[in-house]
């Protein structure tokens, strides 16, 4: 079977955007510095951090980088459901 359930696509996603945060840590600290004590001026005072912090969330979570991932899940899930087949315990 080569599709995921909607569970499964789920705990994917919420796994990768965990992954994406950590890796991207730096670069929202640096937005968060920027945000702290401000209101309405965020929206063009941090404007290129909130744009770094999308691209490089993007790199984790965009289409691409989701296919990717669910093609090594399905490939992983795959390898395990040979193994049970070919050793039921």
């Known amino acids: 079977?080569?599709?995921?359930?909607?569970?499964?696509?789920?705990?994917?996603?919420?796994k990768t955007k965990e992954h994406a945060l950590k890796e991207c840590d730096p670069i929202v600290k640096?937005?968060?510095e920027c945000a702290?004590?401000?209101t309405f001026s965020v929206a063009w005072e941090c404007r290129g951090k909130y744009k770094a912090v999308?691209?490089?969330m993007l790199q984790?979570?965009?289409p691409e980088a989701m296919a990717l991932v669910?093609?090594?899940y399905l490939r992983l899930?795959?390898?395990?459901?040979?193994?049970?087949?070919?050793n039921p315990s």
């Open 60 to 62: 984790y979570t965009g």
């Open 1 to 14: 079977m080569n599709a995921l359930s909607r569970r499964e696509e789920e705990t994917l996603l919420k």
């Open 30 to 32: 640096e937005f968060a």
């Open 77 to 86: 899930r795959n390898e395990q459901q040979q193994k049970t087949k070919v």
């Open 70 to 72: 669910r093609a090594e």
């Open 54 to 56: 999308q691209d490089c």
């Open 36 to 38: 702290e004590g401000r």
